[in-house]
């Protein structure tokens, strides 16, 4: 039997919903399913009534569902004491960062950080946003760093979870330029000639964005999808190459534009082919049962007051 297990189960007796569940626990709806019913084969018995809307729990379930949270919290608070005994002696903060932001926006951020806030030491765990979040939701990380948009927003409980916004981010198309300066593949593209598309891998968080920027643009939009991977910085390699045009964080371009390595790919009259996201950082509330270490409940204060 594992935890995340009970987890799941606790959140499905509190929501009433298998959907909304799996939303917060961050899971396609099957793969809940699937948990619940591994816990349901562990117990022996069933736990939630299927026949009913809402959801409700079946007697063992009610019972079952009063102890999970006793041995949760038991667990959670067994972690925050061995956590603070490991703190004690060394207060490294934890950041989940996705993939992107790993290596575009947080060694500058790091940087500027030391310079006003002071010495910090961290641990980077470099993820997908999904397993980023994961961590989070999980208590194996001290801090998440991710992006936002108010179409693909992160899925964390408000009333657990805070938010503080670090600026934001332009995500723009790109391409390497011909001899003239200009882009060697310039979007609209036309039906039959195709403009050359770098990717993102399905389910990247990038890629559903670009994939609504391309969905309201007025203008229809002639791909061709040559390459995919769920990672901006191979897409920006690839661009480099010639290889064809990618959706790029600004950060991760500002070099390059400036040394002309790389010049926008959409006229100036298409602003839609743009989108602004935030960039945010979350954090578990504190409470009395796990205190933050020292070192993130100051660096979350000083972020808060700037």
Same mark, same amino acid.
């Given at each position: 039997m594992e935890t995340k297990w009970l987890e799941d189960?606790?959140?499905?007796?509190? @929501?009433?919903?298998?959907?909304?569940?799996?939303?917060? +626990?961050?899971? %396609?709806?099957?793969?809940?399913s699937r948990r619940i019913q591994s816990l349901e084969a562990w117990a022996g018995t069933d736990l939630v009534d299927r026949s009913s809307y809402p959801t409700r729990l079946t007697k063992a379930g009610a019972t079952l569902y009063t102890?999970?949270?006793?041995?949760?919290?038991?667990?959670?608070? %067994? +972690?925050?004491?061995? +956590?603070?005994?490991?703190?004690?002696?060394?207060?490294?903060?934890?950041?989940?960062?996705?993939? @992107?932001?790993?290596? %575009?926006?947080?060694?500058?951020?790091?940087?500027e950080l030391r310079g006003q806030f002071g010495p910090i030491k961290s641990r980077l765990i470099a993820l997908n946003v999904h397993d980023a979040v994961l961590r989070l939701v999980e208590g194996s990380c001290d801090l998440l760093l991710s992006y936002h948009h108010a179409s693909q927003p992160v899925q964390l409980d408000a009333d657990r979870f805070e938010m503080l916004t670090l600026g934001q981010e332009v995500l723009a198309p790109y391409a390497r330029p011909d001899a003239t300066g200009a882009a060697m593949f310039q979007l609209p593209g036309k039906a039959g000639q195709p403009v050359p598309y770098l990717g993102y891998a399905p389910g990247a968080y990038l890629g559903l964005v670009v994939d609504l920027i391309l969905k309201q643009c007025a203008t229809p939009i002639h791909l061709d999808r040559v390459y995919e991977t769920d990672m901006a910085e191979g897409l920006k390699a690839?661009?480099?190459?010639?290889?064809?045009v990618a959706f790029l964080p600004y950060s991760a371009v500002r070099?390059?534009? +400036?040394?002309?390595?790389?010049?926008?790919?959409?006229?100036?009259?298409?602003?839609?082919?743009?989108? %602004?996201?935030?960039r945010r950082i979350y954090r578990e509330r504190p409470h009395a049962h796990q205190e933050p270490k020292g070192a993130a409940q100051a660096l979350w204060k000083f972020l808060a007051n700037t």
């Amino acid at each position: 039997m594992e935890t995340k297990w009970l987890e799941d189960f606790v959140s499905l007796a509190e @929501t009433h919903s298998f959907s909304r569940s799996a939303q917060l +626990r961050h899971v %396609t709806q099957p793969a809940f399913s699937r948990r619940i019913q591994s816990l349901e084969a562990w117990a022996g018995t069933d736990l939630v009534d299927r026949s009913s809307y809402p959801t409700r729990l079946t007697k063992a379930g009610a019972t079952l569902y009063t102890q999970s949270l006793e041995m949760l919290q038991a667990l959670q608070s %067994t +972690r925050a004491m061995l +956590r603070g005994y490991h703190a004690a002696g060394n207060d490294v903060l934890e950041f989940a960062v996705p993939h @992107t932001l790993a290596l %575009t926006f947080f060694p500058a951020w790091l940087s500027e950080l030391r310079g006003q806030f002071g010495p910090i030491k961290s641990r980077l765990i470099a993820l997908n946003v999904h397993d980023a979040v994961l961590r989070l939701v999980e208590g194996s990380c001290d801090l998440l760093l991710s992006y936002h948009h108010a179409s693909q927003p992160v899925q964390l409980d408000a009333d657990r979870f805070e938010m503080l916004t670090l600026g934001q981010e332009v995500l723009a198309p790109y391409a390497r330029p011909d001899a003239t300066g200009a882009a060697m593949f310039q979007l609209p593209g036309k039906a039959g000639q195709p403009v050359p598309y770098l990717g993102y891998a399905p389910g990247a968080y990038l890629g559903l964005v670009v994939d609504l920027i391309l969905k309201q643009c007025a203008t229809p939009i002639h791909l061709d999808r040559v390459y995919e991977t769920d990672m901006a910085e191979g897409l920006k390699a690839m661009a480099l190459e010639g290889h064809g045009v990618a959706f790029l964080p600004y950060s991760a371009v500002r070099k390059e534009l +400036r040394a002309k390595k790389l010049v926008s790919a959409a006229p100036k009259e298409m602003d839609a082919l743009k989108m %602004t996201l935030d960039r945010r950082i979350y954090r578990e509330r504190p409470h009395a049962h796990q205190e933050p270490k020292g070192a993130a409940q100051a660096l979350w204060k000083f972020l808060a007051n700037t």
